[in-house]
């Protein structure tokens, strides 16, 4: 059997080693380099309690993936050599106005319901966990479950560990076409080559709908630009993930790692596939930054960047086998959660392709 992944993100080249692992012959095409686009600019949130607003299919989803996470860095460190840095030091949701307090409590209370740890803490209990907090929160709900992970570090990883599993990452290859006849795939078509395949996973992130001839699926996929800002602070100041709704209104987060590096994220744009980074959108990340953790001002500011979500109209991804092609499977259109969703999507993904059974329900994900 040969598989044929198009795109080197996290979610191909996951899904290529878990298929090599198990002795599958499987090439990955790359337009660019592996990791080169959404999964080296995310922030590595594992967010699977924060960046869900009900109960739900994608909340179960993400609190699979979650559970994967420890056992999943510690294989592909052992694969690849290189750390990703899974932090476990919990999230805090900031509350800076009275209705942001009510909104907490109902959150807090759905996710008791569902069994999960989630606590409520006012502006003291707050502080004395995070003591650099300004005096402009009023208090947190604390999700001591939600992590963190380094992308740049994760994309290297798993473009290693595929290629040390046995499969062919091929770089600088634009997939042109992928080929169906008579209601099954059999190859791919790029700028240099023929490949036949008997599978081919989509795994081409915001540009999912740009590969040529895909078939019609259950929802388009749209790029929505995010930019963030990356400080130092020397010493570390903070350890939980912070998020929150600044004065302004828009939400946002800052995400501290272990040696002193603070990211501050991110803007959430609608214009198409445009990756500029702009002042305005710095000033906002800014003032969110010395709004929530006033001793920011001090930080030195040390890079920018900005990346391309895959986001589905729906708000969930696209996976597993297209229900009219046999041997066309998506791992696609993980918007804010690729990071988080990796460990599951590589799953689920090579059961697809292998036709074996999920241990998960997964109606709401088909493509
Ligand atoms: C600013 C920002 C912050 C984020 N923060 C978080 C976070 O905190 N937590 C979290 O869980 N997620 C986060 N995400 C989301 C996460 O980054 C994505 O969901 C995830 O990286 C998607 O992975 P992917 O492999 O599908 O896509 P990508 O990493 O974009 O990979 C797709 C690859 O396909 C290639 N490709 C496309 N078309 C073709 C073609 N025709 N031929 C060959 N190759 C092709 C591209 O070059 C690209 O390398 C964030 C994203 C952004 C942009």
């Not at 500029?276 to 709004?291: D, K």
Request: charged residues 15%.
């Amino acid at each position: 059997m040969h598989v044929v992944v198009i795109g080197a993100g996290v979610m191909g080249c996951a899904t290529a080693w878990r298929l090599a692992q198990v002795g599958v012959r499987v090439t990955v095409l790359e337009r660019a380099l592996p990791g080169a686009e959404a999964s080296s600019a995310a922030a590595g949130i594992l967010g699977a309690q924060t960046e869900n607003d009900a109960p739900g299919p994608l909340l179960e989803l993400c609190l699979a993936s979650r559970a994967l996470w420890p056992q999943f860095a510690d294989e592909l460190r052992v694969a690849s050599g290189v750390d990703v840095h899974l932090l476990q030091l919990g999230l805090l949701e900031l509350c800076t106005t009275p209705e942001e307090i009510a909104l907490r409590h109902q959150r807090a209370q759905w996710m008791t319901a569902r069994g999960l740890r989630a606590q409520w803490l006012d502006a003291d209990a707050a502080r004395a966990l995070e003591p650099a907090l300004g005096p402009a929160v009023l208090g947190a709900l604390l999700l001591p479950d939600d992590g963190q992970v380094e992308p740049p570090l994760l994309a290297r990883a798993l473009a290693l560990a595929a290629g040390r599993a046995g499969a062919e990452v091929l770089t600088g290859q634009t997939v042109q076409r992928v080929a169906v006849a008579d209601g099954r795939v059999n190859g791919v078509q790029t700028d240099q080559a023929w490949l036949a395949a008997d599978a081919v996973v989509i795994a081409a992130g915001a540009w999912t709908d740009l590969v040529p001839d895909l078939v019609p699926r259950r929802t388009a996929i749209r790029p929505l630009h995010g930019q963030l800002l990356l400080l130092h602070t020397g010493e570390r100041l903070l350890h939980a993930t912070l998020a929150g709704r600044h004065s302004g209104g828009r939400h946002g987060y800052i995400v501290p790692r272990a040696d002193g590096r603070v990211l501050v994220g991110a803007t959430t744009e609608a214009i198409g596939f445009d990756k500029r980074v702009t002042a305005g959108a710095m000033a906002w990340l800014l003032s969110l930054a010395l709004e929530f953790v006033p001793q920011l001002a001090d930080a030195r500011v040390v890079d920018q960047w900005s990346g391309l979500r895959p986001q589905s109209a729906d708000g969930l991804p696209l996976l597993g086998p297209h229900r009219a092609v046999e041997g066309l499977i998506f791992a696609s259109g993980h918007h804010r959660n690729g990071i988080l969703l990796t460990p599951v999507t590589a799953e689920v993904t090579v059961n697809a392709v292998l036709g074996l059974r999920q241990r998960l329900e997964l109606t709401a994900f088909l493509p």
